[in-house]
Every structure is written in structure tokens, then in C-alpha cells.
């Protein structure tokens, strides 16, 4: 009764002749309902025949056995049982018995814990810190594979073994620190394998507690990140790459850069950009690695519908194709290569790769080719609108120089030979006052405004940068007595000031209040008002009929007899300059009305102001 373990008596004839509390107790019986019961009542069936067959035998002949088997309880469930029996002299059973179902199942529970582990995706290590320089206790099958050792050369080692002279000292900083301060920490790191080889891994620890929350072990988890650290890298160089394809002058140059970032920074060893042909319609090398010349003799030229690459020109979708030889539009089906990666470039163009084993290129390489094949292609068209530019610019450059001589003819040629005559002129009428002198003076004064009105159309600018404050008032007031304007009357019904350039906004006045009494007559009124957003110049004259309206500020425009057509074309010309707009209505007494529109006002300075 004081035995530790259940104990139970079996007679000669198979039943319990005697039980202890505890041994009735573990088959949920009273001692009184075991005794006199038969031993496989206390068995499963197929325990029963197993206990015959390879139990009761080594009874019989040595006296004693040990071992696990299965307890039935009186409500049918099952245990499992520490068991051992021992035969006396008198031919009797001693059966001593423990119920071990817990530590079996905690075993099991282990053991399936430990199959998990070493079934695991990621490398998984188990250190003791109790230990000298928390060694290795367990490594699972991944983390052997990863590192390239055997348990018996990782086990008992810290895991900085893997590190090498590229290891960074700040993830390895920061996972001491963690340790020592008993927390989790996760990291990136080079470590190496024992052959040498380099390999990117996300290493992250934690320490495990007991009970008591003392840490009595740390767990690492190591996972392979090689391939996406590859990939972050090349994304990168990509980006990189982008201030060298910018900086090209030309297409050939663009795909120079191109096939070279092809080569370096994706891999693609054998690679080469066509570029379309407008003029024949065909895609035409331009840039090629040197390992393509390994593959090909020459490089083809493609035309429409003669090829893969044509196909996915037109398309404008990447293609990889893991055999091109099963491909209907194989270019040449005598060629040794097998796969071929192709990235359109817009209109402009097509990279292709090539290699000789099949399947060479998975997604990844069509998603980096896409980036790169999209830098090449934002490349070929700024060179295409730098040279675009370059056009322009020589156009412009030669009618600044067609410009230039024409002003010099006007200014020179012209007025050279106008001062002549009209100095002959005055010498003429000292010796005769013929009436045909004053046409040729008119005349003469006609020529001279037709010059005038010429080189300031072609020396003006496009643009006006020397802008400063301009009162208007004033500014229309000296207008007025520049302009030869007879019996006409001034309103001047506005007092703004303007952001201009003086010179050139008195030209437009001089040129509209002219306008005005050239085509209204000599008794007109013209009223200078203000507009919300600028000012407008109107008259009590003809006006302009709505029909010429579209073309009143063309060159040559005029329906006075002796008007040049160049009055209100200057006058658009400096409103254009200044980025306002100008336009023809009729005013309320009839007459033309020119408003200038998109004029920002500034506040007058006041007479107390200095600088």
C-alpha cells in the first residue's frame, strides 16, 4: 500500500487475487471489483494476444519483463502503461504498473515538434545561452542545405562562423545587442557557405522562456533572400542607368548604353537593339553585345512579317519564348539558339536576347527587360526631340541671318538712297516749284514710314523681359503729341499702372491713336479707357467691318490710301510680346474699339516712396 506504483497480485489461474487502491484506482475500479477478475479484462484485445504471444513468454522463462503496453479502463478508454512483471516461486504474477500516458504524449508531441522543424522552408538553429558562447544545439535539414555543413560541423559552434569580409558590421552589431538584452531582433546579412560562396540572409532571434521567464534557449531563423537582394540591386543599377541614357546624344549612342545595361546589369550576355527604319520600313541593328557574335555570323535585318521580333514590334508586348524553334515565325530555323527574350521600344525599336539553352528567361527577366526597354525608349525620344530642336534652332538661326540682312538692307540700302532723294527734293524747289515736288514728297514720306514700320517688325522681339511699372495716363498723353493728329480729340478715361516695357507700349498707342485717325478722319475722338484686366483704344470713326476682323492685324492689312498694312500688325506683334491678347469690337458710337486683354496691374509708386 506504500509502493510508489500500483501493484497488483495474479494468481495461477489468470485473475487478481489481491490489488493495491492505487492499482484499482488507474482502471477506475474499487480494489474489491479487480480481484477475482481475469488480467485481459484489464487489456484491449489486441493488447491481450500481444501480451501472450511476446510478454508472458519471457516471464516464463526469465523471471521478469519490462515494458510499455495498453490499460483499459472500466469506461472503455485506454492508457498507456509503464509495465512490469515479475513471476515469484509460488508461480504468481507480480504486476507493478504506471500510468505514463502524459509523458507519452508530451514525447510525441516532441518528436512531432522536431519533424516540423526539420521539415521546415526556412534554417532553424536552437543555441543555450547557459552555455559558453551559445553554441549550436540543434540545426533543422534547411539550414545544413543553405550553409552547405553537416550537423556534426555546425553543432557546438556559434553561428558567426558563416560570416566572411563582406559581412556588415551593424546587422551583426544589432544582433548582439538584442541578445544581451534578451529581446527579438531581425537582420540582413552576407554570410557565407563552406565552399566560399556568398549568400544573402534574413536572420531573425528570439528568445524562448521557461515558466519562469527565464530565457533558457534563443531560436534563429535563417531564410535565403539572395535572389530578391539580386533583384533590389539591379532595380537600382536601373535606376542608375537612367542618367546615362538621358545624357546620350544619339539613337546610337541610346542603344550603345542600352545593350551594355543589358549585358551588366540583367544578364542578358547575348543582346542587341534594332531600331525601325521609317524610310524602308525595317528593323535594323544598331548596338550588339560580343557574345551575340557567338551565336550569329551576322546580324539580320527584319521586315514585316518575317520574324518573331516583327510580330512583337508590332504587338508592343514583351515576349519570353522558351523555344523559339516550335515558334511559326522563327527568322532563321537553322539557328542555334533555342530561347529569345524581345522588349519593344515603342515605335522606335526592339531589344532581343538570345540563348542557347531552352527556357532561359523566367518573368523576372521580362519585368526588368520591361523597365530597362521603357529608360531606352523615354531616352530615344529625348534624342529625337533634341535633334527636333536642333532643327529648329538652325531654322532659326538661318532667318535670324535672313532676318538681319533684310534689316540691313531696309537700314542701309534703303535709307541711303531715300536721304539722297529727298536732299535732291529740297534742291529742286530752290530752282522750281513745280506741283509734281509734293507727290514725290509724299511719296518720299510714304517710303519713309514704310521703313520705319519694317525693321520695327523684324528687330522687336518675340518675348519682353525688361519689364518695369508704366503709368498709362501720361504714357498716352505723349503719345498723342508724337502722333501727327490734325483736329482729333483725346479722352483719357483711365489711371492704372502696368508691368511693360515703356518703349515698346508706346509703340502700340502710337500705332492704335495713327490707326485711328489715318481711318476715321481728321475730326475724330479716340477714348483710352480701363478694362478689368487691361485697356482698351476706341474711336468714333467707320469702324471695322466684322468681316475683316480675322485678318485686321495681318501683315499688310489697310484700307487707307496711304496706310502701310504693318500699323496693327505691330501692334499685335508687342501685345503677343508682353503675353496679352489684342482684339477688334465696335465701340458704342460705331467706330473700331481694340481691347487689350490679360494685362496685370501693379500699384502706382507713391510720391512719398524712394528707393
Known sequence: ETAVDAIGIVGSDERFDRVDTGYAA???????????????????????????????????????????????RADGSTFTEDHVLARTDRGELVCTVRDISDQRDGEQELSRIKRAMDEAPVGITITGPKQEDTPISYANRQFLELTGYTESEVR??????????????????????????DEPVSVE??????????????????????????????????QDITERKEHEHRLKALSESVQDLLRADTHEEVAEIGVETARTVLGLEANTIHLYNEDERTLEPVAASDAIYDLLD????????????????????????????????????DTPIKSELFLPLGEHGILLAGSESAAAFDERDVVLGEILAGHVTSALKQVEGTEQL??????????????AAFTSVVSHDLRNPLNVAQGRLELAREEDESEHLAAVERAHERMDTLITDLLTLAQDGETVTDREPVALAPLVDSCWTNVETADATLVIDIDRTVLANESRLKQLFENLIRNA???????????????????????DGPGVPESDRATVFDHGYTTANDGTGFGLSIVDRIATAHGWDVDVSDSWAGGARFEVRGVDPVDPPRPNDTD
Not at 169 to 174: F, K, M, Q, S, T
Not at 390 to 403: C, G, S, Y
Not at 517 to 539: K, M
Open 26 to 72: 488507474l482502471y477506475d475500479y474499487d480494489p474489491d471489483e479487480v480481484e477475482g477478475k481475469h488480467w485481459t479484462d484489464l487489456h484491449p484485445e489486441d493488447e491481450v494476444e500481444h501480451i501472450r504471444t511476446h510478454v508472458l513468454p519471457v516471464v516464463q522463462q526469465g523471471g521478469k519483463w519490462t515494458g510499455q503496453s495498453t490499460g483499459l
Open 189 to 222: 546579412l552576407r554570410n557565407y557557405r563552406k565552399d566560399g560562396t556568398m549568400f544573402w540572409s534574413q536572420v531573425s532571434i528570439a528568445p524562448v522562456r521557461d515558466d519562469d521567464g527565464t530565457v533558457v534557449n534563443y531560436v534563429g531563423f535563417q
Open 156 to 181: 557546438g559552434r556559434n553561428c558567426r562562423f558563416l560570416q566572411g569580409e563582406e559581412t556588415e558590421a551593424e546587422p551583426v552589431d544589432a544582433m548582439r545587442a538584442a541578445i544581451d538584452a
Open 517 to 539: 485717325v489715318e481711318h476715321a478722319g481728321a475730326a475724330v475722338t479716340v477714348t483710352v479707357g480701363a478694362l478689368d484686366d487691361g485697356f482698351y483704344v476706341a474711336d
Open 298 to 333: 551576322d546580324l539580320p535585318t527584319f521586315t514585316p512579317g518575317d520574324s518573331i521580333a516583327w510580330r512583337v514590334y508590332e504587338s508592343g508586348d514583351a515576349l519570353a519564348v522558351d523555344d523559339v524553334h516550335a515558334d511559326p515565325d522563327i527568322y532563321n530555323p
Open 390 to 403: 536642333r532643327d529648329h534652332q538652325r531654322e532659326l538661326e538661318q532667318h535670324n541671318d535672313r532676318l
